[in-house]
Nanobody, 124 residues
Framework: QVHLLESGGGLVQAGGSLRLSCAAS????????MGWFRQAPGKERAFVAAISWNGGTTFYADSVKGRFTISRDNAKNTVSLQMNSLKPEDTAVYFCAGQYYAGTVYDEKKYNYWGQGTQVTVSS
């Protein structure tokens, strides 16, 4: 069983940056594809970014491409999301998730493990 714990959320002004971290415990995540999703108030949870098990391939939602960067450190069992040029519409609870690759990284139903989430609020 993998336990995921997000950190790094907070309040930031538009145009600012935050770095989210996801620390895994219980077992290694080196064989898992890892992703970040977010859920804004009144909306469904949405894909943000993902990274393959070895870090060789990354995936991004169009809305964050060029502003967010996902990375991982398998030696430390962590995944990070660097968020730059933040906009008020990035305000959401951000979740870290892991999957045994199931054909797509974009579908939340394909993920096996989830963290509790961390709040990101971007003020205008």
């Amino acid at each position: 069983q993998v336990h995921l714990l997000e950190s790094g959320g907070g309040l930031v002004q538009a145009g600012g940056s935050l770095r989210l971290s996801c620390a895994a415990s219980g077992r290694t995540i080196s064989d898992l594809h890892m992703g970040w999703f977010r859920q804004a108030p009144g909306k469904e949870r949405a894909f943000v970014a993902a990274i393959s098990w070895n870090g060789g391939t990354t995936f991004y939602a169009d809305s964050v491409k060029g502003r967010f960067t996902i990375s991982r450190d398998n030696a430390k069992n962590t995944v990070s999301l660097q968020m730059n040029s933040l906009k008020p519409e990035d305000t959401a609870v951000y979740f870290c998730a892991g999957q045994y690759y199931a054909g797509t990284v974009y579908d939340e139903k394909k993920y096996n493990y989830w963290g509790q989430g961390t709040q990101v609020t971007v003020s205008s």
